[in-house]
C-alpha cells in the first residue's frame, strides 16, 4: 500500500472515529437528542391516558376540554426541531395542569441531570416579592454584583419569565408556595428551558441603562440556600435558650417511616420532657423545607402540644381509621405558647399538619404560605414513557384533613406574613425566627 493510501486510509479512519464520537457525545447530552415525531405524540398519548386513568381528581383544578385542548396544542407543536429538553419541558406543563403536587416528573431531576452546565443560566437569582436579585454572579463578577435588581433577561420581563415557569411546576390546587420555592431553587436551571436553550443571555439590570452580555459557566456546583439563620443541619434539631424560657425544635422533615419511627418519637419526647423539666414557657416549631412524611409523626407531634382533641382526617379518606377518629393531647402536653416557622417549602403531611394547627388554633404561624393545602393527592405510582424514557409518578388517593373551611387552591397561610429581604438573606439574617423571638420578647 503506497503512503499516499495509506495516509488517504488514516484520514477516513480518524473521521469516522470523530463522527462516532460526535454521537456518542450527543447521546450523552440527552437534551438535544432528537426522536421520530410519531414516538413524541404517542408517549404524549399515554402520558394523558395514564394520568387521567390513575389519578382520582385529574379534572378537579382544570377542566377536561382544558386539559385536551393543551394536550393537542403539543402535540400540534412538535416539529424536526423537536429534541428531548423541548419535549420533556412540554411533558412538564400537561402534567402541571393536574394541579397535584405529588403528581410530576420528580418535580425537576430529569431536567436538571439532562442539561449541560454551559446551557445554564450563568447566575444565580433569587426571587422575593415578585422582584428578582443576583445572589451570586458565579462567571459574572466582574459585571455584576450580589443584590442587584433583574428586569429582564433576553428582553423578557422577569414577571413574565416566572408566570411561564410557573405552569410547569406541579402543585396542589395550582398554588403558587411550592412553585416559588422551586423557581428559586433551580433558576438557572429553568431559564434554558423557557428560552428553548439559546446560546447567549443578556440581562437588564436596574440603574444600567444597556443589557448587559453574560459570560456561560463552565462548571455549575448546584448549592441550594434556603435563606434559614437557624444552624440546625440535621432533620430534626433541639436548642434551648434559658435565659429567656425559649425552646426552638427545628423539624426539617416528618419522613419517618417504618424503622425510622421510634427515632422520631425518641427526640420528640426528650425534647418536650427536657421543655418541661426546664420550665419553659414558649415553643418554636421551625418546619421550613418541610417535605412532609407519614401522618403518624405530624400528629405524635401535633399531640405534644394541642390544647384540646382534634379528628385528622375526613370520612372519606381511604386509609388511616385511627386518624378518623378524636385524638386526645398527650397528658404531659405542652400548654405555654407555640409558634410556627412556615415557608413555602413545606408540603405533603406538613401542609395537612399546619392546616390543623390553624383550624384548630394550636399554635402562631409565622412565615409566608406553605407548598401543600389541607388535601394533597398521594399513594403514587410511577410510570416511563415507552419511546422516550421519560418517568413520571401519579397520584391515586387523595388525603384531606378536617380543615375543610381552608381553600383548596393555595397554601396554609400564616397569622404573621414575613419575608426575608434580600439584604437579610446574603446577610444570612434569619428574618423569620427573629421575629418569632420579637414576639416572644414582647408577650
Same mark, same amino acid.
Given at each position: 500500500?503506497?503512503?499516499?493510501?495509506?495516509?488517504?486510509?488514516?484520514?477516513?479512519?480518524?473521521?469516522?472515529?470523530?463522527?462516532?464520537?460526535?454521537?456518542?457525545?450527543?447521546? &450523552? $447530552?440527552?437534551?438535544?437528542?432528537?426522536?421520530?415525531?410519531?414516538?413524541?405524540?404517542?408517549?404524549?398519548?399515554?402520558?394523558?391516558?395514564?394520568?387521567?386513568?390513575?389519578?382520582?381528581?385529574?379534572?378537579?383544578?382544570?377542566?377536561?376540554?382544558?386539559?385536551?385542548?393543551?394536550?393537542?396544542?403539543?402535540?400540534?407543536?412538535?416539529?424536526?426541531? !423537536?429534541?428531548?429538553?423541548?419535549?420533556?419541558?412540554?411533558?412538564?406543563?400537561?402534567?402541571?395542569?393536574?394541579?397535584?403536587? +405529588? !403528581?410530576?416528573?420528580?418535580?425537576?431531576?430529569?431536567?436538571?441531570?439532562?442539561?449541560?452546565?454551559?446551557?445554564?443560566?450563568?447566575?444565580?437569582?433569587?426571587?422575593?416579592?415578585?422582584?428578582?436579585?443576583? !445572589?451570586?454572579?458565579?462567571?459574572?463578577?466582574?459585571?455584576?454584583?450580589?443584590?442587584?435588581?433583574?428586569?429582564?433577561?433576553?428582553?423578557?420581563?422577569?414577571?413574565?419569565?416566572?408566570? $411561564?415557569?410557573?405552569? +410547569?411546576?406541579?402543585?396542589?390546587?395550582?398554588?403558587?408556595?411550592?412553585?416559588?420555592?422551586?423557581?428559586?431553587?433551580?433558576?438557572?436551571?429553568?431559564?434554558?428551558?423557557?428560552?428553548?436553550?439559546?446560546?447567549?443571555?443578556?440581562?437588564?439590570?436596574?440603574?444600567?441603562?444597556?443589557?448587559?452580555?453574560?459570560?456561560?459557566?463552565?462548571?455549575?456546583?448546584?448549592?441550594?440556600?434556603?435563606?434559614?439563620?437557624?444552624?440546625?443541619?440535621?432533620?430534626?434539631?433541639?436548642?434551648?435558650?434559658?435565659?429567656?424560657?425559649?425552646?426552638?425544635?427545628?423539624?426539617?422533615?416528618?419522613?419517618?417511616?417504618? /424503622?425510622?419511627?421510634?427515632?422520631?418519637?425518641?427526640?420528640?419526647?426528650?425534647?418536650?420532657?427536657?421543655?418541661?423539666?426546664?420550665?419553659?414557657?414558649?415553643?418554636?416549631? &421551625?418546619?421550613?423545607?418541610?417535605?412532609?412524611?407519614?401522618?403518624?409523626?405530624?400528629?405524635?407531634?401535633?399531640?405534644?402540644?394541642?390544647?384540646?382533641?382534634?379528628?385528622?382526617?375526613?370520612?372519606?379518606?381511604?386509609?388511616?381509621?385511627?386518624?378518623?377518629?378524636?385524638?386526645?393531647?398527650?397528658?404531659?402536653?405542652?400548654?405555654?405558647?407555640?409558634?410556627?416557622?412556615?415557608?413555602?417549602?413545606?408540603?405533603?403531611?406538613?401542609?395537612?399538619?399546619?392546616?390543623?394547627?390553624?383550624?384548630?388554633?394550636?399554635?402562631?404561624?409565622?412565615?409566608?404560605?406553605?407548598?401543600?393545602?389541607? !388535601?394533597?393527592?398521594?399513594?403514587?405510582?410511577?410510570?416511563?414513557?415507552?419511546?422516550?424514557?421519560?418517568?413520571?409518578?401519579?397520584?391515586?388517593?387523595?388525603?384531606?384533613?378536617?380543615?375543610?373551611?381552608?381553600?383548596?387552591?393555595?397554601?396554609?397561610?400564616?397569622? +404573621?406574613?414575613?419575608?426575608?429581604?434580600?439584604? &437579610?438573606?446574603?446577610?444570612?439574617? /434569619?428574618?423569620?425566627? &427573629?421575629?418569632?423571638?420579637?414576639?416572644?420578647?414582647?408577650?
Amino acid at each position: 500500500m503506497s503512503i499516499k493510501i495509506k495516509t488517504l486510509f488514516l484520514y477516513f479512519y480518524l473521521l469516522l472515529n470523530l463522527v462516532g464520537y460526535c454521537q456518542t457525545k450527543n447521546e &450523552d $447530552g440527552k437534551i438535544l437528542k432528537k426522536y421520530p415525531e410519531a414516538w413524541y405524540v404517542q408517549d404524549l398519548n399515554e402520558l394523558a391516558s395514564t394520568l387521567i386513568e390513575t389519578h382520582p381528581q385529574p379534572f378537579k383544578f382544570t377542566s377536561k376540554e382544558a386539559f385536551l385542548a393543551l394536550l393537542e396544542e403539543k402535540k400540534n407543536a412538535i416539529d424536526e426541531t !423537536t429534541n428531548y429538553g423541548k419535549f420533556i419541558w412540554m411533558c412538564s406543563e400537561i402534567i402541571a395542569n393536574v394541579g397535584c403536587g +405529588h !403528581t410530576n416528573l420528580g418535580f425537576f431531576n430529569q431536567e436538571f441531570h439532562a442539561l449541560p452546565d454551559s446551557l445554564r443560566f450563568p447566575m444565580n437569582v433569587r426571587m422575593v416579592e415578585n422582584r428578582f436579585y443576583v !445572589t451570586d454572579p458565579l462567571a459574572n463578577a466582574d459585571k455584576v454584583i450580589a443584590g442587584n435588581e433583574i428586569f429582564s433577561i433576553n428582553g423578557v420581563s422577569m414577571q413574565t419569565i416566572a408566570a $411561564g415557569i410557573y405552569k +410547569h411546576i406541579a402543585s396542589d390546587g395550582h398554588s403558587k408556595g411550592i412553585k416559588k420555592k422551586h423557581l428559586n431553587i433551580e433558576f438557572n436551571s429553568y431559564v434554558p428551558y423557557y428560552f428553548g436553550f439559546p446560546d447567549s443571555y443578556e440581562v437588564l439590570i436596574k440603574n444600567r441603562q444597556q443589557p448587559i452580555q453574560l459570560k456561560p459557566i463552565k462548571k455549575y456546583d448546584w448549592n441550594p440556600q434556603n435563606g434559614y439563620g437557624n444552624p440546625c443541619k440535621e432533620q430534626l434539631c433541639y436548642e434551648i435558650n434559658e435565659i429567656k424560657k425559649y425552646a426552638i425544635l427545628s423539624v426539617r422533615s416528618f419522613a419517618f417511616y417504618g /424503622d425510622k419511627a421510634p427515632i422520631f418519637k425518641r427526640f420528640i419526647d426528650e425534647s418536650f420532657e427536657d421543655i418541661r423539666a426546664k420550665g419553659i414557657e414558649n415553643l418554636i416549631i &421551625d418546619v421550613r423545607g418541610n417535605g412532609g412524611g407519614p401522618s403518624t409523626t405530624t400528629s405524635y407531634l401535633l399531640r405534644h402540644f394541642a390544647d384540646k382533641p382534634y379528628t385528622y382526617f375526613t370520612p372519606n379518606t381511604p386509609y388511616g381509621e385511627d386518624f378518623k377518629k378524636p385524638m386526645l393531647p398527650f397528658p404531659t402536653a405542652f400548654t405555654g405558647n407555640t409558634y410556627i416557622l412556615m415557608d413555602n417549602g413545606g408540603f405533603s403531611a406538613t401542609g395537612l399538619f399546619l392546616s390543623l394547627v390553624q383550624q384548630n388554633e394550636f399554635a402562631v404561624l409565622i412565615g409566608e404560605e406553605n407548598g401543600s393545602t389541607y !388535601t394533597c393527592n398521594d399513594n403514587s405510582e410511577r410510570f416511563t414513557l415507552t419511546h422516550t424514557g421519560i418517568s413520571f409518578k401519579v397520584a391515586r388517593s387523595t388525603f384531606t384533613t378536617t380543615a375543610k373551611n381552608l381553600r383548596d387552591d393555595q397554601g396554609i397561610l400564616p397569622d +404573621h406574613y414575613v419575608v426575608q429581604s434580600i439584604h &437579610d438573606f446574603l446577610k444570612g439574617t /434569619d428574618t423569620v425566627l &427573629d421575629y418569632a423571638i420579637d414576639l416572644i420578647d414582647n408577650e
